[in-house]
Every structure is written in C-alpha cells, then in structure tokens.
C-alpha cells in the first residue's frame, strides 16, 4: 500500500512526515528493551510479506500484517515500520524517502488504532480473543486504506477514483490479515501469552 515518490502534494507530505516522526519519538519512548527482538522480528516479517505486491495506480496492493503489528507492538508499531519502509525503499524502490513519512503514518498509526480499539477483546479468553484479533486484522488494513485514500484525495480530487479503488482493492487483504492476525494471536496466546501484554 506504499504511496510512489511524485505523486502527494508538499503540504500532504509535510503533515505526513511531522505525524509520523511523533509517532515514532512516541513508539521509541515507551518500547521497552525487553521487547526489541519482538519488534525487530515483526519489522523483519512486514518488510518480507510486502516485497510480493501488485502494482496499483499511485499505490500497490500487498499484504501488510498490520493487525499483527499492532497486536505485539502498540505505539512500537511507528519505529517498525519506519525500518522496514525506509530499507524498501532505499533497497527496492518500494514507495521512496520523500513519502516516507505519509507511508509510514498511513500503516502504522491504523495499527495503533485498531489495537487501542480491541484492546479488551484480544486480553480476553477463547472466541472473544480470536474475534477481536480478526477485528485488529480487518480494521487496520481497512483504516490505513482509507488513510492513503485522505492523502491522495487531498492532494488533488483528481486522485477520488483511485482512492476509491485503493479501498475496494484492499477488502481481500482486509480480510486475510484479519485471518492471519487471528491465528497468530491465538497461537502465540497459547505458547507465549506475554508476548500479548497490554502497551501503555
């Protein structure tokens, strides 16, 4: 879902780059050192299932593990991804520096956000557990393509058909991250329930 170099406008892109380096200055200061190899692991896992993606007018379609992400990590999601982008691009060409900071906050700030919203669910037990993680899946995915939609539609509303195709592109990948987030959380509950501590 990675938002190619020359498309978004300076002030889109401003705006997008100062909310991601809070986000990160945020991540950073609560990731505890006990769980960097987590993070590492998780940012090693994003940047290996998006390098398969297909090309999308301004954007790609790919999976993103962006429920997962948010599930482990909380706010450690934003430094995450910031790697994992940067690495992409630089290494691949896979969005680019100058939209660094919109790709990142697009990706990780949903993530955040979907793990606030289930929070009770994915500290619960059985069923409720596994529904929230599919939920965390589906609705991270789903807020970060609206997200891209918001910085290419304010860019210019030429962008409003692509941007609607960017979210019905991505209703598939909503809900095989839902499925992915809800098996790995309902494995990992199981073998390493700390793992799924509450974030601050």
């Known amino acids: 879902m990675h938002i190619s170099e020359g498309v978004l406008s300076a002030p889109v892109l401003i705006t997008g780059a100062v ?3 809070g986000g990160v200055a945020i991540g950073l200061r609560r990731m505890d050192h006990d769980r960097i190899m987590t993070t590492a692991i998780l940012a090693a896992a994003f940047f290996v ?37 940067a690495l992409q691009a630089v290494l691949f060409q896979f969005g680019g520096l100058t939209v660094l900071g919109v790709n990142t906050f697009c990706m990780a700030a949903p993530a955040v956000a979907s793990q606030a919203i289930f929070a009770r669910l994915l500290a619960a037990d059985g069923r409720r557990r596994a529904l929230g993680a599919f939920g965390c899946g589906f609705v991270a995915v789903l807020l970060s393509a609206l997200c891209m939609s918001a910085a290419l539609t304010f860019t210019d509303e030429g962008f409003l058909s692509a941007a609607e195709l960017l979210v019905a592109a991505h209703v598939p990948i909503m809900v095989i991250e839902g499925f992915i987030t809800m098996f790995a959380v309902t494995f990992v509950a199981r073998v390493r329930p700390e793992l799924l501590q509450q974030h601050a």
């Not at 299932?49 to 993103?64: D, F, I, R, Y």
């Not at 429920?67 to 982008?85: D, I, K, Q």
């Open 49 to 85: 299932a998006s390098l398969v993606h297909v090309p999308l007018g301004p954007g790609s379609v790919h999976l993103l593990l962006l429920g997962l992400l948010g599930a482990f990590l909380g706010w450690g999601t934003f430094p995450a991804l910031l790697v994992g982008l």
């Open 19 to 21: 909310l991601a380096a």
